[in-house]
């Protein structure tokens, strides 16, 4: 049975990451700032994929399981989501 930390935590990194992405503009020193802050808060919890191209890799390679899968992209994809909704709320 999948955990729900893991979960939350791709969760809010990938809200984080997409946020960084949409408010920054495109600004690579902050993007990669943005995702090496998420990989030290949230890689040892749920190894930081926050991006399902990322997860279907790692899903390939035998890393995550099929449910694992499956949830992991479906919680970056509602992560992205409310990261735009976010930012369109507050901008």
Known sequence: M???LP???EFLGTFLL???IIASGGNP????GALALVILLVGSMSGA???PAVSLAMYLKG???????AAYIVVQLLGGAASLY???AFA
């Open 63 to 69: 890393a995550l399981g099929s449910q694992e899968l």
């Open 49 to 51: 994929y926050v991006n």
């Open 7 to 9: 979960l939350l935590a």
């Open 29 to 32: 020193w902050i993007i990669g």
């Open 86 to 88: 976010a930012y369109n």
């Open 18 to 20: 997409t946020l960084s």
């Open 2 to 4: 999948l955990s729900a």
